[in-house]
């Protein structure tokens, strides 16, 4: 039974890692994004390349707290219905 789980654990992992950082640096181009057409007008004190590095880093932060917490939900939410097909097809 532990093996089982251990397979399965180890079957998800990959999806989780590529779920974190498709979050990860989706939340790192808005950051980029928001920061190079913002930035600006807000901050005058730094050039255009300063704010998408500061974007970038800020965003990819920011996106990193909540990616984990999200691609475990995803995956989860994604076994479910791998596993409703699986049932449904054995009925």
């Not at 789980?5 to 999806?15: C, D, N, V």
């Not at 790192?28 to 920061?35: E, K, P, T």
């Not at 479910?80 to 049932?87: A, C, I, L, N, P």
């Amino acid at each position: 039974m532990i093996l089982q789980g251990l397979r399965i654990a180890i079957r998800w992992f990959p999806t989780f890692l590529l779920f974190a950082l498709a979050i990860t640096a989706v939340g790192a181009v808005i950051g980029l994004v928001a920061y190079s057409l913002a930035g600006p007008a807000l901050d005058g004190g730094r050039s255009l390349g300063q704010l998408a590095i500061k974007g970038l880093q800020d965003g990819a932060f920011l996106a990193g707290i909540w990616a984990p917490g999200t691609a475990f939900v995803l995956c989860f939410v994604r076994a479910h219905s791998v596993r409703v097909k699986r049932e449904r097809g054995q009925s």
